[in-house]
């Protein structure tokens, strides 16, 4: 199996920045596309950005774009979320997502694989 390990969130102001990191273990070599996705209190997770492992393919949510980029690292098995110009509305807590599937998709419980979650504050 996968396991991913989030870390990097935080409380930041608004306008700032934060970059979360996924480390991913285990049978890694499975893995098609890395996510992010996020839940806020009495919300649905929702899709934020996508990665294709090998071609590095990338995907965004319409109200993340131009403000947050995914990335990976292939050789240390590594994927980030760089998150600027951060609004209120981003407070969440964000979870790295893996999957084998061949189909990168926004639905939340078409992902395999999840970490435990990190959460981002963001002040006002």
């Known amino acids: 199996q996968v396991q991913l390990v989030e870390s990097g969130g935080g409380l930041v102001q608004a306008g700032g920045s934060l970059r979360l990191s996924c480390a991913a273990s285990?049978?890694?070599?499975?893995?098609?596309?890395m996510g992010w996705f996020r839940q806020a209190p009495g919300k649905e997770r929702e899709f934020v950005a996508a990665?294709?492992?090998?071609?590095?393919?990338?995907y965004y949510a319409d109200s993340v774009t131009g403000r947050f980029t995914i990335s990976r690292d292939k050789a240390k098995n590594l994927v980030y979320l760089q998150m600027n110009s951060l609004k209120p509305e981003d407070a969440a807590v964000y979870y790295c997502?893996?999957?084998?599937?061949?189909?990168?998709?926004?639905?939340?419980?078409?992902?395999?694989?999840w970490g435990q979650g990190a959460p981002v504050t963001v002040s006002s």
């Open positions: 285990g049978r890694t070599f499975i893995i098609y596309a």
């Open positions: 997502a893996a999957d084998r599937g061949q189909i990168i998709t926004a639905q939340a419980t078409r992902w395999g694989y």
């Open positions: 990665i294709s492992w090998s071609g590095g393919s990338t």
